[in-house]
Every structure is written in structure tokens, then in C-alpha cells.
């Protein structure tokens, strides 16, 4: 409804017919209009708020769960390769082998290390 400041807002109306006339129309009515814009921009800023912290989560979630789906995904890669030719399963130990002493000598910590990992398996 527009408001006589010309501002648009939310309005709860409530009413009765309280007589009817001989023909079965409306005759007296009441009720009342009630301003609840304050109480729906603040549920329209709780759902913005309920989407940002879906967002947030998404992404976390993304950051979480994404480096382990990729690391399983690709060990499984490599253990189907491995069990087909045991010549790259030989060749695939030694190259972790030797990424994992690099790593220590130049003194990475465990997260620079997990990320040799996966690049020595590749």
C-alpha cells in the first residue's frame, strides 16, 4: 500500500463483515491495517543472510573437501595403473621417494608436504 509520505509499505489487513445486507452482500465491515514493513525487510535481510552463510559454507566446504576428493581420486588413478604395470608402480615409489626427501631437506611443513605429494604422484 503507499503510505501518505508517498513510501510504498507492507500492510497486514484484518477484518469481519459484521452485517449483511437482504441480498447476501456485505453491508458493515471492519477491521484494520497494520504497518508491518519493518518486521518483512528484516526477514528479506535474514534471508540474505541465511544465503551468505550458505555461500560461505559452500566455499569452505569446497576448500575442505576438495584437496581430499582430488588426492583420492588420484591414488585410485595410480593404484589401477599400478596393478597393470608393475614397471610405473617401481618407477611411481622411487620419484615419491625422492620428492619426500627433497621436501624434508629444504625443511616444508606438513600441508607444503601433503601438496609434494600429490605433484609426486602425478
Known amino acids: 500500500m503507499k503510505h501518505k509520505n508517498e513510501k510504498w509499505i507492507w500492510i497486514n489487513s484484518r477484518g469481519k463483515v459484521t452485517k449483511w445486507s437482504q441480498e447476501g452482500s456485505p453491508h458493515i465491515m471492519s477491521g484494520t491495517h497494520t504497518d508491518i514493513t519493518d518486521k518483512k525487510q528484516k526477514q528479506e535481510k535474514n534471508i540474505f543472510d541465511i544465503y551468505k552463510e ?3 559454507n559452500m566455499y569452505k566446504n569446497k576448500l575442505k573437501y576438495g584437496r581430499i ?3 583420492k581420486t ?3 588413478v595410480l593404484d589401477n595403473v599400478n596393478k597393470r604395470y608393475d614397471k610405473e608402480k617401481a ?3 622411487r620419484v615419491a621417494q625422492y620428492c619426500e626427501n627433497i621436501a624434508k631437506a629444504m625443511d616444508l611443513n606438513k600441508k607444503e608436504i601433503e601438496d609434494v605429494f600429490v605433484n609426486k604422484v602425478l
Do not use: G
Open 74 to 76: 588420484i591414488e585410485k
Open 69 to 71: 576428493m582430488r588426492n
Open 91 to 93: 618407477h611411481t615409489e
Open 54 to 56: 550458505a555461500d560461505n
